[in-house]
């Protein structure tokens, strides 16, 4: 026996929800839930969208596994439209400290993108801040697109992903 994964959806008018059960078998062949996402999303009467991932994980950076699932990453997602036309999509990312792993999570990643339409075309900034070790944000790094079709700049922003 493998890997078994439960994906379950409900949405609920502007409201939708994934939770992801993935469960293996231990040493002795019994099944055991070893990681659940739960993804949450919703439109707003402005046309906003709020975008919330949250990874539990038996495996927990820089602790002892007790066999419990465990908060260990919170992605979390804006975008808004001005009435310019102007998208900005702004991800934060939390995760747990793995030299500290008992405090909780904590904010370790900004990622901040902006499309600026224009009649000749577009340009699409985005711009990663990542925690440094005295705990302040830096940018480490920012990317520009320029272009000439209008349609042809658009920006979606997936949970990302940290290999741990």
């Known amino acids: 026996m493998g890997e078994i994964r439960r994906t379950t959806t409900r949405q609920e008018g502007d409201h939708r929800g994934t939770e992801e059960q993935v469960s293996l078998p231990d040493s002795e ?20 969208k709020h975008n919330t991932v949250e990874t539990y994980s ?8 007790d066999g419990s699932l465990h908060l260990v990453k919170r992605a979390t997602t804006a975008q808004r439209s001005g009435s310019t036309g102007q998208q900005t999509t702004e991800q934060q990312v939390e995760q747990a400290d793995p030299g500290d792993p008992g405090s909780g999570l904590r904010v370790t990643i900004l990622t901040t993108d902006t499309v600026r339409p224009a009649p000749s075309g577009g340009q699409a900034t985005r711009t990663v801040q990542v925690r440094d070790a005295n ?10 697109t320029k272009s000439d079709n209008i349609h042809a ?10 290999i741990q």
């Not at 038996?58 to 596994?65: L, M, Q």
């Not at 705990?135 to 520009?144: A, L, P």
């Not at 922003?157 to 940290?162: D, N």
Request: aromatic letters at 2%; charged letters at 15%.
């Open 29 to 48: 062949g019994k099944l055991g839930e070893v990681s659940r996402t739960v993804s949450n999303e919703v439109a707003t009467a402005s046309g906003e």
């Open 135 to 144: 705990g302040s944000f830096g940018v480490v790094s920012v990317d520009t």
């Open 58 to 65: 038996i495996s927990v950076p820089g602790s002892i596994g």
């Open 153 to 162: 700049i658009q920006v979606q922003i997936a949970p990302s992903r940290v």
